[in-house]
């Protein structure tokens, strides 16, 4: 069964780091997204990107954080600058049609210290 | 971007019982509706799509109502391994086609023996 895959598993970087999480999507979906969790709290969408360019963002998606597929398929999210509280899981998903289910990655925990 | 509200639990259920889950949505224009399970530490994994005539799927029965704005969740003849979050998760998209989810902050399910 196709599934989605992020590298890495678990990354600790000292604030201020970048770090770049990776994701590669399911091969023919078309739409790509990073979602968030942190600690015991709700799952909360990042950003989506369709035909190589962000489709929608949330308010939490600044200028610290980007979005890349730099080729056929790869789907990165890049932060800047990384700061304690973006300490969290970082999930990214795929689907096939915007509206349709998404598809889950096994995340990505993040730890900034 | 709007809410979906959930009752957290836990439920505490009997193996064998029938356990039913509600769930409501501020966003009358949403689209798309679904339940995703998680457990702990571990991604959202899509359950079903919630479809306004109602579906099943094995021991799982979702339901949707557009005019009260509410989805609901049966699952019958519990098994220990039905132990989980169950999230309820809603497509709002208005019309740029991948707007993301919105999740609730889920349903703490535990089976007891």
């Known amino acids: 069964e196709p599934e989605v895959t992020q590298t890495p598993s678990h990354q600790v970087t000292q604030m201020g780091q970048e770090v770049i999480l990776r994701c590669v999507p399911i091969?023919?979906?078309?739409?790509f997204y990073w979602y968030r969790q942190i600690l015991g709290q709700k799952v909360e969408f990042l950003v989506s990107f369709y035909n190589n360019e962000i489709s929608e963002k949330s308010e939490i998606f600044d200028d610290q954080f980007s979005v890349e597929r730099p080729d056929g398929s790869n789907f990165t999210l890049k932060i800047r600058s990384t700061k304690l509280e973006d300490s969290a899981m970082y999930f990214c998903?795929?689907?096939?049609?915007?509206?349709?289910?998404?598809?889950f990655g096994q995340g990505t925990r993040l730890t900034v210290v | 971007r709007k809410e979906v509200e959930q009752d957290p639990g836990p439920f505490n259920v009997p193996e064998g019982a029938t356990v039913a889950f509600n769930c409501t949505y501020s966003?009358?224009?949403?689209?798309?509706f679904f339940w995703y399970r998680q457990d702990c530490r571990k991604e959202p994994k899509l359950l079903m799509s919630v479809y306004s005539s109602g579906n099943e799927d094995g021991r799982f029965t979702a339901q949707l109502n557009r005019a009260s704005q509410y989805i609901s969740l049966l699952i019958r003849d519990s098994k220990l391994s039905d132990s989980a979050t169950y999230l309820c998760?809603?497509?709002?998209?208005?019309?740029?086609?991948?707007?993301?989810?919105?999740f609730g902050k889920g349903t703490h399910l535990i089976i007891q023996p």
């Open positions: 966003n009358s224009a949403s689209q798309s």
């Open positions: 998760v809603v497509n709002e998209d208005s019309g740029g086609g991948a707007d993301g989810l919105t």
């Open positions: 091969s023919n979906h078309l739409y």
């Open positions: 998903a795929s689907s096939e049609q915007g509206v349709t289910e998404a598809f």
